[in-house]
Structure formats: structure tokens, C-alpha cells
């Protein structure tokens, strides 16, 4: 990934994961990795965003695509996600943003 997108999406409050098409992570920010359980070079452990990835890298979906996943905690929060294409190349990334932590502001 180019140094200026990392530095970029460390940056911002929405959780951002790069993926290759066959749902392989790339790179997750900080924010993505506190939402959801990502490793790099693994695919998405949260089975919701591991199915609608690979469905959206073999074309099945239309994309922007918007889908919701709850965090694997005690009290789960609700995360309001999509998954878009990439700013460079054919991969796609997952944007997620905590809907349950907005609702407290």
C-alpha cells in the first residue's frame, strides 16, 4: 500500500480494512482492528463481513454495498458498514463505523 493512503486512513475515526478480492486483508487501521477481528493476510474472522466481501469480489454485489455487524463483546455494538472499491487497483475496502458509540455523542 502507498505510504500516503496509510498515513491517511490511520487517521480517521472510521474503521478502514483494504482487501484483496478473495477477501484477504491487507491493511486494517487501528479503529477497524479495535471494531472487528481482522489480521493481516488472514480473511475477516466476523463471518457476516468475510461472506458480503468475497460476494462483492466475485461480483454478486453492486457496490457501494451498506451492511450492518455487531462486535463479538458482551454488550455487542452495532457497526454499519460497506464495502467499496478501491482507490487504486481492483481491490476492495470495508469502511466501518461504530453505529452505538454515534448514539452517545
Given at each position: 500500500?502507498?505510504e500516503?493512503?496509510?498515513?491517511l ?25 479495535q ?9 475477516m ?27 463479538q ?18 481491490d ?14
Amino acid at each position: 500500500m502507498n505510504e500516503a493512503f496509510r498515513l491517511l486512513f490511520d487517521q480517521v475515526k472510521s474503521g478502514v480494512v483494504w482487501v484483496e478480492r478473495d477477501g484477504v486483508v491487507r491493511y486494517a487501521n487501528k479503529a477497524a482492528v479495535q471494531m472487528t477481528p481482522v489480521m493481516l493476510g488472514q480473511v475477516m474472522m466476523d463471518p457476516v463481513a468475510d461472506r458480503t466481501v468475497k460476494a462483492a469480489g466475485q461480483g454478486m454485489l453492486k457496490l457501494p454495498f451498506h451492511f450492518e455487524l455487531t462486535t463479538q463483546e458482551a454488550h455487542p455494538d452495532s457497526i454499519r458498514a460497506a464495502v467499496i472499491g478501491a482507490p487504486v487497483g481492483s481491490d476492495l475496502m470495508v469502511v466501518l463505523n461504530n453505529v452505538s458509540e454515534e448514539r452517545w455523542y
